[in-house]
């Protein structure tokens, strides 16, 4: 009996008699319609045990990363179709259900391939095998070593798939994007419009939670001469940070600190940005988080939080058992924007305005796709296959979950009050988004 034989109960009860999807098998059988868009190669036996053993998305995202399983052609597209075999705690679509499993079981068996689950790939998050000997899960040494799984790959290697900005967040496609406005404008806008909400002038002193590569404190700094503080966990982003303001003309007015959020004790600031920081917090956390931003700030300072948030419901896409988790963000946890909101409002922060930026995050991933793609070869030197593999697989997957409002992003601006409730804000949103006074930009 060949592979694809064996296999064949179990792609019709995973994806369906019609799914588009050719599937090759490690002894030269295959499966499905020839012209199909979607192929995919089951390279050795350790693709079907991986799934017996985790079936699921982690079983799947296992094997890929490892190279057992390859997706050829479009791969947005391929996900599309796979999306269907997620498990349900996990995802949307078809479920890999119970009879779905005994296919998968009976197929192990014919083929005489059944044993121990694999050893997972070297790329996988160590984090949950060492449990508590790296401390409790959001505590500053865990959260340290949770940030340097997935920003410490090195620096050349995120300037390949980040483009020249170096910003890791939502870019902000305020025109059609094309030639003469690509991912490198849209993150020029992105911090112009984090500056004009926090209405940021000359002097101003001014925080950045989470600053990655100095992307946001380099622009405030330059365009609209405040002193910034950038604060991240990753030593590499710092490093380069550092030469960043210096080779930018700003090392006097920016000051870069290896540090975590509820150490920085140097208050009070005038403004305080967040852009993609919220999501490694913890909702645990929230209250700590949303309560030391708040002591930070001058009555009066404005705070903008810009996180990415899931649908209300159970949680999908950093359960411990995803790839996101996994391989992606360890530690990780998205919240509804409502349970962000109550947190800001029960510090003491009045909630002024709240901009939703999904499809603009569904550009900027697909950009960052193409470049990796586009320099997948040195991408592998720079780090090794199975990580290049997890990058594209979850930059890929979350296009298409912002696409399918599984995920959005928002940005949320809101005050710490001053004496009788004065905020300070303009009272139009259209006077919010005015060039800021001394900006150059």
């Known amino acids: 009996m060949s592979v694809a034989d064996a296999v064949g109960p179990l792609v019709r009860a995973g994806l369906g008699a ?72 996990l995802g ?37 095998a060492l449990g508590h000997s790296l401390g409790q899960r959001h505590s500053r040494s865990r959260a340290a070593q949770a940030i340097a799984h997935h920003y410490d790959v090195g620096n050349e290697f995120y300037e390949l798939v980040l483009g020249p900005s170096m910003t890791y967040s939502c870019a902000y496609y305020d025109r059609e994007p094309g030639p003469a406005f690509g991912l490198d404008e849209a993150q020029q806008a992105k911090c112009d419009l984090v500056s004009r909400k926090l209405g940021l002038k000359p002097g101003m002193r001014v925080l950045d939670v989470g600053c990655g590569w100095g992307a946001f404190v380099c622009n405030a700094a330059r365009h609209y001469g405040v002193d910034a503080v950038g604060i991240t966990l990753s030593h590499e982003q710092a490093e380069y940070a550092r030469r960043r303001a210096i080779q930018e003309g700003v090392g006097d007015r920016v000051q870069i600190r290896v540090q975590d959020y ?58 411990r058992t995803s790839f996101i988790d996994r391989y992606v963000f360890p530690d990780g946890e998205l919240e509804p924007m409502a349970v962000m909101v109550e947190a800001l409002e029960d510090a003491g922060f009045e909630v002024r305005d709240v901009e939703s930026l999904r499809e603009h995050y569904a550009l900027t991933l697909r950009a960052w796709v193409a470049n990796l793609e586009a320099n997948w070869d040195r991408a592998v030197q720079l780090s090794s296959v199975g990580r290049a593999r997890v990058w594209r697989l979850y930059m890929a997957g979350s296009a298409l979950a912002f696409e399918g409002n599984r995920l959005g992003v928002n940005q949320v601006l809101a005050v710490r009050p001053g004496v009788a409730g004065v905020s300070g804000m303009p009272r139009s949103r259209a006077s919010l988004l005015a060039p800021a006074v001394g900006a150059d930009s």
């Not at 119970?98 to 068996?109: D, G, H, P, W």
């Not at 930070?296 to 810009?306: A, D, Y």
Request: proline fraction near 10%; charged fraction near 25%.
């Open 18 to 89: 019609d799914t588009p999807v050719r599937l090759r098998c490690w002894d030269g059988s295959e499966l499905g319609p020839p012209g199909a868009p979607v192929q995919l190669t089951f390279t050795s036996p350790r693709a079907l045990r991986r799934l017996l053993w985790a079936p699921n998305e982690l079983g799947f995202a296992r094997a890929y990363v490892s190279g057992d399983i390859l997706i050829e052609g479009d791969l947005m597209a391929g996900l599309t179709a796979l999306e269907r075999v997620a498990d349900p705690e």
């Open 92 to 128: 949307p679509g078809v479920v890999v259900n119970a009879s779905t499993r005994r296919a998968l079981v009976k197929a192990a068996i014919r083929l005489g391939i059944a044993g121990p689950p694999p050893r997972p790939p070297a790329e996988e998050s160590k984090l949950h």
């Open 262 to 319: 509820r150490d920085v004790n140097d208050g009070l600031y005038d403004a305080i940005a967040s852009v993609g920081m919220a999501e490694h917090v913890g909702q645990a956390m929230l209250p700590t988080y949303a309560e030391d931003l708040f002591a930070l700030l001058r009555p009066g300072g404005r705070l903008l939080n810009h996180a990415i948030s899931r649908r209300p419901g159970r949680p999908e896409h950093f359960s």
